[in-house]
């Protein structure tokens, strides 16, 4: 499967892109554990356009995530053509538009998924991101509006005439937001009846290896892009690949596995937003790595006690999973100490682009 001269082989898997997830520490990961392609989160145009400092930290890209897309969106063309050229000058592999954010606030400035009430406004925003980038560009979005406005057919026929290299389709309505199940059979259909010359990659539940099979084999879609199936689990890119290869899916990650990742993961983000915003947004994850462990709400407790980085791998560190009791936080003094190495075995990443100086106060 190729998009433009980007070749990702048979049954590529894409991570998606995600808010407050898919930063470069969880891109990293994914990536080593058998991501063929990352994107950043999404990303406002208005933000870039008007040097919003939290939407220029989103465009850090590192030399060995590569490839790599930046995600950006908009519901005012002028806007997201200005903002293109922003994205562009940071030297992604691929610009991707989001037209299939369901939120409100995104929808009812025309932009993420709003835009699939008003289509010659998105050939409009298209049209305008493919002129002004000059690598390839591509866009997500979802079938429709709402189960009486599907034309994700007809949208995709357009897409590609304005220029874009390939779509990813989340098989549910905005309407449907995250809730009922994806209907994998629109994906089908978008290969079967669409007539694309474009790959196709299908989105929407494939949340283990076993379903991300079945939407290959079931769609025949050329890619799989996955979401919540990686949220605290780097490891189901390794997993569904060997799936596909053998037919058997590996045992879970031991809890020593486990935890060096979740270490480097806390590690990688503290380096990247500073201790104590690292420290703090890290909080989010534990839930998905610790899921099915016994414990794991007492441990996720212990950790909010925590404010630095040393005191979260403390805790991490002393922490038994396999205690017959339910634990309390072991005593500082009796604490086992945390291996120098633990947590830093990634190098420093080499940025692609530095931000602009102005914005490194
Ligand atoms: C926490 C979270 C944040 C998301 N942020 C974005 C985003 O920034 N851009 C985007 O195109 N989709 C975003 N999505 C949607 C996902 O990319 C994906 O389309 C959706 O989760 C369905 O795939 P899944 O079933 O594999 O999770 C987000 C989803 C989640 C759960």
Redesign the pocket.
Known sequence: MRIAHLDFGDRPLFL???????DPPFRILCKRYGADMLYT??ISSGGLVYDADDSHRKLDIYEEERPVGI?IFGGEVEQVREATRIVDAVGPDLIDI?F??PVKKVVCQDAGAGILRNLPKMEAITRAVVEEATRPVTV?TRLGWDDGSIRILEVARMLEDCGVQALAV?ARTRKQM?KGE?RWHWLRRIKEEGGLRIPLIG?????TPEKIKAMFDETGVDAV?????A?GNPWIFRDAKRYMATGEVPPPPSWEERLAVVCEHLTLKCEWLGERKGVLEMRRMYGGYFKGFRHASRLRMLIMDETTRQGVLDVLLNFDPNAPDVQVAVPRAVRKAVPAALGATLPTPSRVAERPAALND
């Open positions: 998606a892109p995600m808010e407050d997830v898919s989160e999404f995600q989001n299939g954010c997500k989340h995250y994806a989105n929407g539940d494939a949340t892009m996955i979401g919540r199936g949220i």
